[in-house]
């Protein structure tokens, strides 16, 4: 498919959505931040490809912990130029062009580029006076329809910085993926990092869009976590502590706490949703409106793979253990619930991936004849879950795979046409990814799960230490290899497999 350069640099100029000018890469007569230092202290991200594009990130932030949460820079607007090669070395130009960052912005840009080849490797950097950003890398999606015979990704989740070291990033970067899906608590809204000489660092909970800011300044400054974003593109979803624990639709977690009223708190979600996308490579689709912020979308990989990002915060009912767990509840709410059902029921990949938070299958947490459930989880949304999995087997979705986060262990379960009889059709998988570092080291068994796997026979894996979990997707088999690390509590410890789970093509289930 040959596509000029006059074409791709006509669209650069489009799509960066302001009235610049398109000049020669890396002339120097952009407007230049005042101070010395770097701009790019927080790295590179590309994020949402498609066949003929992704979005390319970058944040200038000469000083990410300034206390007023703007990075340092002034606040003027900053012209930033980027350039887009088919080599790491920028010998092979294919795209350039320039987009403003914004103080309004906290100076961050998110480049829309499109004209590029499908299933290709690029490599791009930005410019900003004379200082150049590290080099990224991503692969465009393939085209629609396009046979693939391979697609590795990883999934990931949970990275609670003063829990541990982000070596499971580390090992993410050395991967050679294709796509790093995220599927939410990229910060935590509860625990800061003490900096020596930042005394103005929030010890508290973060609640304004300063306290966000500086938040995700502090995660994003992390080697680990810059090398994992400058390796492959993203596709990020979010969960609860990129705003507050335990948070649904616009109900707090906390009943005598004054962001209990609804207002507050959806203007406390609205400066959350607003640092997240602040510091996330999304498209424009994806920006919030204020305290509205449409995360669901389907990102597809030629005829192999269907991915659909779910957000299983915004929609869903308040987890209040006082109410019934009527059918009225729902996780997902009703417009998100009709485009997946819908997505899911018409022409899909051969694989069908759901990337979402919350645990999926059911989970009995009291050892003998008692049952103990998890309200944070599709237990609490019994009925829509299992219209959900009813609908997968209606609609000959083929091969459904739930990918969740949330929970800091790694799991691996049958998803079985009915949940009460052990004996009944398997008819989807669910991987669970354990977390990047929060909660600490952990150990492969916790205390209680002999009894867990003992209460549910369709738990087939559990495995709580820290790490993610490494997708290698073909035609023939779904392979998930569990990474895990020995600690976090010292940089540069490597990961290794725990187990692999093989999903034979037509055949779900996990298969340790
Ligand atoms: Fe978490």
Same mark, same amino acid.
């Given at each position: 498919m040959g596509v000029s350069r006059r074409t791709l640099l006509g669209g650069a100029v489009a799509l960066t959505g302001a009235a610049v000018a398109l000049r020669a890469p890396w002339v120097a007569d952009a407007t230049a931040p005042t101070t010395?230092?770097?701009?790019?202290?927080?790295?590179?991200?590309?994020? #949402?490809?498609?066949?003929?594009?992704?979005?390319?990130w970058t944040r200038l932030a000469p000083d990410p912990l300034a206390p007023d949460g703007l990075g340092g820079m002034p606040s003027r607007p900053v012209l930033v /130029?980027? /350039?887009?090669?088919?080599?790491?070395?920028?010998?092979?130009?294919?795209?350039?062009?320039?987009?403003?960052?914004?103080?309004?912005?906290?100076?961050?840009?998110?480049? /829309?580029?499109?004209?590029?080849?499908?299933?290709?490797?690029?490599?791009?950097?930005?410019?900003?006076?004379?200082?150049?950003?590290?080099?990224?890398?991503?692969?465009?999606?393939?085209?629609?329809?396009?046979?693939? #015979?391979?697609?590795?990704f990883a999934i990931a989740s949970c990275q609670s910085r003063p829990d541990g070291y982000y070596n499971a990033h580390a090992a993410i970067a050395r991967d050679d993926l294709d796509l790093v899906a995220w599927l939410?608590?990229?910060?935590?809204?509860?625990?800061? %990092?003490?900096?020596?000489?930042?005394?103005?660092?929030?010890?508290?909970?973060?609640?304004?869009?300063?306290?966000?800011?500086?938040?995700?300044?502090?995660?994003?400054?992390?080697?680990?976590?810059?090398?994992?974003?400058?390796?492959?593109?993203?596709? %990020?979803?979010?969960? #609860?502590?990129?705003?507050?624990?335990?948070?649904?639709?616009?109900?707090?977690?906390?009943?005598?706490?004054?962001?209990?009223?609804?207002?507050?708190f959806r203007a406390r979600r609205a400066d959350a949703y607003r640092a997240f996308w602040e510091h996330m490579p999304l498209r424009r689709a994806q920006r919030p409106?204020?305290?509205?912020?449409?995360?669901?979308?389907?990102?597809?990989?030629?005829?192999?793979?269907?991915?659909?990002?779910?957000?299983?915060?915004?929609?869903?009912t308040d987890q209040d253990p006082k109410r019934p767990r009527d059918r009225a509840r729902t996780m997902l709410g009703a417009e998100q619930r009709a485009w997946l059902t819908t997505a899911l029921a018409g022409p899909t990949a051969r694989w069908n991936a759901l990337g979402q938070q919350v645990f999926f299958s059911p989970r009995d947490l009291t050892a003998g004849p008692a049952t103990g459930l998890d309200e944070d989880s599709w237990d609490d949304c019994a009925a829509e879950r299992d219209a959900l999995r009813d609908h997968l087997v209606a609609a000959r979705t083929p091969n459904p795979v739930i990918l969740t986060g949330d929970v800091h262990a790694a799991h691996a379960c049958d998803v079985r046409a009915d949940f009460t009889d052990p004996s009944s059709r398997v008819v989807a998988t669910e991987l669970v990814t354990t977390s990047i570092s929060s909660g600490g080291n952990?150990?492969?068994?916790?205390?209680?799960?002999?009894?867990?796997?003992?209460?549910?026979?369709?738990?087939?894996?559990?495995?709580?230490?820290?790490?993610?979990?490494?997708?290698? %997707?073909?035609?023939?088999?779904?392979?998930?290899?569990?990474? %895990?690390?020995?600690?976090?509590?010292?940089?540069?410890?490597?990961?290794?497999?725990?187990?692999?789970?093989?999903?034979?093509?037509?055949?779900?289930?996990?298969?340790?």
């Open positions: 010395t230092a770097s701009p790019f202290t927080l790295g590179v991200a590309s994020g #949402d490809p498609t066949p003929d594009g992704v979005v390319l /130029e980027w /350039e887009v090669a088919a080599d790491a070395g920028f010998r092979a130009p294919l795209a350039r062009g320039s987009a403003v960052a914004r103080a309004e912005d906290a100076h961050a840009v998110h480049v /829309e580029v499109a004209g590029l080849r499908p299933a290709a490797e690029h490599f791009y950097r930005f410019r900003v006076g004379t200082e150049i950003s590290p080099v990224g890398r991503a692969r465009t999606a393939p085209a629609p329809g396009a046979r693939v #015979d391979r697609f590795a939410g608590d990229y910060i935590y809204e509860s625990a800061a %990092v003490g900096v020596p000489g930042r005394a103005h660092l929030p010890a508290r909970e973060a609640v304004s869009l300063a306290d966000y800011r500086l938040r995700h300044g502090q995660y994003r400054s992390d080697p680990d976590l810059q090398a994992a974003h400058a390796a492959a593109p993203w596709a %990020v979803t979010i969960d #609860d502590h990129d705003v507050e624990n335990n948070w649904a639709g616009d109900v707090s977690q906390v009943d005598d706490e004054p962001d209990n009223d609804p207002a507050v409106q204020g305290p509205e912020m449409r995360m669901h979308r389907r990102l597809t990989f030629g005829d192999l793979l269907d991915l659909h990002l779910l957000d299983t915060r915004r929609y869903r952990g150990s492969a068994r916790g205390a209680g799960d002999a009894a867990l796997l003992a209460e549910n026979p369709h738990i087939r894996f559990v495995d709580r230490r820290r790490g993610y979990v490494r997708n290698v %997707v073909t035609p023939r088999e779904w392979r998930a290899d569990f990474q %895990v690390l020995d600690t976090v509590s010292t940089r540069g410890a490597p990961a290794r497999t725990a187990t692999s789970v093989v999903i034979p093509d037509g055949d779900p289930g996990a298969r340790a």
